[in-house]
């Protein structure tokens, strides 16, 4: 049977090309269409080379490893490891997709023209078979991976909080909530909203348990330290309490760790005396506004 190397090749680029580009979308990549273009091209001519070179197994494995890698560093322009890594493993997983689909469709034309040969998989079968099998491929993925998202969003809004004050130190989970629009209404600093009990290592006990009787002003003659505090009362609004107020305090500074650490000192806490998720997955909701205007670790000792 003859192998036309031309089809191969375009057979190849177009799927590749649709599979980085499935990949972008999947892992929300920049999608930058000359660069997914140019690493479908050289993914495309390796098709053709190893098809033509006869490579030992374990030759070949690490060869494909190393251009797979090299695709996706072109196709994607990422720095931070964690997103090439993640990125790598999403581009495995639909190109075992597209390529089982594709397999499929293969067989069901026509069989007899499948050969295999060098560890890759070539024919005479049509290219619309490979634009047919890339097309379902992004459908199946598409559709997993927002029942995937689905499921695990919650968890996908959760990192970590850590609140540094006066030499005391609690880490919390905390739940981003794009609603947390809370500020302190004088200064206008953002407000995080963290359940009492999350501080009781850093603020004391008698004050998390007389919070009503604090913004009454019924309970500060008990107590002398209260005033070291510099408590602040930050009204807010929500379901069933549109007239509510909170007792705030500026910590020395915060951390929040979800992708890479970054740490703020300009924003206060708001103690709720209450829960905010009954199953205990978090105590505290941070605001977009915190997230989006953050400095990272190595910027803040640069200003300091």
Not at 67 to 86: H, P, Q, W
């Amino acid at each position: 049977m003859k192998i036309y190397l031309d089809i191969v090749l375009l057979e190849n680029f177009i799927m590749n090309y649709i599979i980085l580009f499935s990949t972008a979308i999947i892992s929300k990549s920049k999608i930058n269409y000359l660069r997914i273009g140019l690493a479908s091209l050289i993914s495309a001519f390796y098709s053709i080379l190893n098809y033509i070179w006869n490579l030992g197994n374990w030759e070949s494995f690490i060869i494909k490893f190393l251009i797979s890698i090299m695709i996706v560093l072109i196709g994607f322009e990422s720095r931070k490891l964690k997103t090439i890594f993640k990125q790598l493993i999403l581009f495995y997983l639909v190109s075992f997709t597209f390529g089982g689909i594709s397999f499929m469709l293969l067989f069901l034309v026509n069989p007899a023209n499948i050969v295999f040969k060098n560890g890759l998989l070539v024919g005479t079968y049509p290219v619309k078979i490979t634009i047919v099998g890339g097309i379902l491929g992004l459908i199946v993925i598409i559709a997993v991976s927002h029942i995937i998202k689905d499921r695990l969003k919650t968890k996908s809004m959760l990192c970590d909080l850590e609140i540094f004050y006066k030499g005391h130190y609690q880490k919390l989970k905390t739940m981003i909530d794009t609603g947390n629009l809370l500020k302190e209404p004088i200064s206008q600093t953002d407000v995080i909203i963290v359940e009492k009990n999350s501080l009781r290592g850093i603020v004391s006990d008698d004050i998390l348990d007389n919070l009503e009787n604090i913004i009454q002003g019924k309970w500060l003659y008990a107590r002398e330290d209260i005033y070291s505090y510099k408590f602040k009362v930050i009204p807010f609004s929500s379901l069933g309490n549109e007239n509510g107020l909170l007792i705030g305090f500026k910590p020395d500074y915060i951390k929040i760790l979800d992708e890479e650490e970054c740490i703020r000192d300009d924003v206060m806490i708001g103690i709720y005396n209450g829960k905010l998720c009954k199953s205990n997955l978090y105590t505290s909701l941070i605001g977009l506004d915190i997230l989006n205007n953050r400095k990272t670790l190595r910027e803040e000792n640069s200003v300091r």
